[in-house]
């Protein structure tokens, strides 16, 4: 079945009647109501005809009708196929038509199908002899048709008079006028069955019976749907092929851009006649391709770039629109967060395309971030670096560490790495994907371990009184001393101690952190029976002698005064806490001879003695 023209009358062909449950016929877009005369309505079923072996021309319907049927030698019974076109016909306009027919194999076959237009229907009551004998609009002239594989046009012009509404089709001839042939072993009866399908009349119209696409693109074809049979001299400007001689010649290519004419010298049913259209093919180029048609990019998640497109033309037409900065235009920016592949269609006219993929794979961003479990080490020690990204998809992870073991290593797992010699080293992370690679560094300092030199004598063996000068048993940074004695300083490598009983010293050497070495200092101090009072003190806060006291295990201080060396009584304190620190009168006294008497008791046998003597008091 073929579509709706603009210059139609009737559609050709029979499609499904609304009313049959298995399907009928009417003409496509205009139900005809069809009246068959004299015929039988079980042979001419408006339901499908599967009963009848036969088939359509197009479409899912066809209809049927006797145009020979000898009842007896004198009277013949013909069927006649009656509707009504779709609108009157136009006064003096020229019209072509045209129907298909094939006969039933079963039955015999003639020389006779015909059209009637006319302005009114036409009498269903037939004349005695049961043929309408009327003049036909369209008639075949030919030998009898016994084709019965494929369906035969029958088709011809003529000018209406105007206001025709009616078609009837069939034989409009008497049998004894009719050319009939039948095979008695063969047919069931003598009689001619033929099947119609695609029923047309067309207004005449060089134009429209044309019908192809005016506009193409370039390397395109055009297709000419003329169906007016005569004798036709084709010319297409700029195609191939250039002419031709076909009622409707297929393939007309054209390959270059521009406005082309078409012309025709024809001889047909209407007459002879030369047609120029002109302008009749526009053709239009294709998009220009600058570039390839698949493209692959990669990007990390995040990064925009931007998309250009594969060819020149009108209009852009991108998909999908997820990530673009725009969809109709020809270079948007895109930023995807996933993979995708982008189409753009780029047109000419709005129909001449070239189509482009651009395949875009995404990788999230290398994070090369780390951390170490210490940022400050001994020498012989280890740490341990930890991968601390939030990108674990990534294809690359190489650790490289300096003066170090291992020096190399790969993977996200934590590494122990351990240095020998002290240093400030490098460490570093390279980590990517199959796009991008970023680095990460970080240091770490090594210090020495401090390793003791030299050892104490086991133990010092010292008088009461006497002043020792301690060195340090290792080389460092840091040293801390702890002692009950009152030493010199406590954080320098060699303090001064005075000896005024047994005592265990230990000294902490660091080069910070934890690189330290530990020694001991054992001292034993040989006391005297007497009593031990200083000769001489510096009160200068630098913890060294800064009081004049009595030292000895054996005795209890009552009273202690102090002279200058006129007589005047500068300090007295009484009981074990009585020291003096060089002040008098709330004011430092000055450097020089002080004289002394001091009362105690020896816890030894409870005497009590007095003992003076002479002290020098130093700035």
């Known amino acids: 079945m073929t579509n709706a023209q603009q210059n139609l ?45 036969a088939f359509p021309r197009t479409g899912n319907g066809f209809t049927a009708a006797y145009l020979y049927n000898i009842v007896t030698n004198n009277f013949s019974a013909h069927d006649y196929l009656h509707g009504q076109l779709s609108e009157p016909l136009e006064k003096d306009s020229f019209y072509y038509a045209e129907f298909h027919i094939l006969p039933d194999s079963d039955r015999g076959f003639i020389n006779k199908y015909e059209m009637i237009v006319t302005l009114e229907p036409i009498d269903s009551m037939l004349p005695a002899d049961g043929v309408l004998n009327m003049e036909p609009t369209i008639e075949y002239v030919g030998d009898i048709i016994t084709d019965t594989t494929q369906y035969t046009k029958i088709s011809g012009c003529f000018t209406a008079q105007g206001g025709e509404r009616y078609i009837t089709l069939g034989n409009f001839n008497a049998d004894q006028e009719t050319d009939f042939i039948w095979d008695p072993n063969t047919a069931i009866e003598k009689s001619n069955y033929s099947y119609f399908d695609d029923v047309g009349v067309f207004k005449f119209s060089f134009e429209h019976l044309l019908n192809f696409d005016a506009t193409i693109c370039a390397g395109s074809c055009i297709n000419i749907a003329n169906r007016i049979g005569g004798d036709y001299n084709w010319q297409f400007a700029g195609a191939s092929p250039s002419v031709s001689q076909e009622i409707a010649p297929q393939q007309i290519c054209y390959d270059e851009p521009g406005v082309f004419d078409i012309e025709v010298v024809m001889a047909h049913c209407a007459g002879q006649d030369t047609l120029l259209l002109e302008g009749a093919v526009t053709v239009v180029p294709q998009p220009t391709l600058t570039a390839d048609t698949l493209q692959q990019l990669q990007l990390t998640t995040g990064t925009t770039v931007q998309l250009e497109a594969c060819a020149e033309g009108d209009t852009y037409q991108w998909q999908p629109t997820q990530g673009l900065s725009c969809t109709d235009c020809p270079n948007p920016l895109a930023t995807p967060q996933e993979d995708v592949a982008y189409t753009v269609q780029v047109l000419n006219a709005g129909q001449c395309a070239q189509s482009c993929t651009y395949e875009v794979e995404v990788f999230e961003q290398p994070d090369p971030s780390f951390s170490l479990s210490q940022d400050t080490i001994c020498s012989g020690q280890c740490a341990t670096v930890e991968y601390t990204g939030t990108n674990l998809d990534i294809g690359l992870a190489f650790w490289s560490f300096e003066s170090a073991a291992p020096a190399q290593a790969s993977g996200l797992e934590p590494q122990e790495v351990c240095f020998d010699e002290p240093g400030q080293y490098e460490i570093s992370l390279q980590v990517g994907t199959a796009l991008d690679t970023l680095t990460a560094v970080d240091t770490i300092v090594v210090l020495p371990q401090p390793e003791a030199s030299t050892t104490a004598p086991v133990p010092y063996r010292l008088q009461f009184g006497e002043r020792l000068r301690l060195s340090p048993c290792a080389d460092g940074q840091f040293y801390a001393w702890q002692s009950s004695y009152p030493l010199s300083c406590r954080n320098c490598p060699d303090p001064e101690l005075e000896a005024i009983g047994n005592d265990t010293l230990q000294l902490l050497v660091s080069n910070g952190g934890n690189c330290a070495v530990t020694c001991r200092y054992f001292v034993e101090v040989e006391v005297p029976d007497n009593i031990y009072l200083p000769t001489a003190f510096s009160p200068n806060d630098d913890g060294r ?51 002394y008497q001091l009362l105690y008791r020896d816890v030894r046998d409870g005497l009590v003695k007095k003992v003076s003597g002479g002290v020098m008091l130093l700035r």
């Not at 009313?19 to 079923?45: I, K, M, Q, R, V």
């Not at 005047?568 to 004289?595: F, V």
């Open 9 to 53: 009358v009737i559609n050709p062909g029979f499609e499904e009647y609304e009313n049959c449950p298995t399907g009928a016929d009417f003409f496509s877009g205009y139900l005809l109501d069809w009246t068959f005369y004299f015929g039988s309505p079980e042979y001419l079923n408006e339901c499908g005809y599967t009963d009848l072996g």
């Open 545 to 595: 002698n800064d009081f004049f006291e009595p030292l000895g295990p054996y005795h209890e201080t009552l009273r202690l005064e102090v002279y200058d060396r006129w007589g005047g009584l500068l300090y007295k304190g009484e009981g074990i806490a009585a020291r003096w620190d060089g002040i008098s009168g709330g004011e430092p006294a000055t450097a020089g001879l002080y004289t």
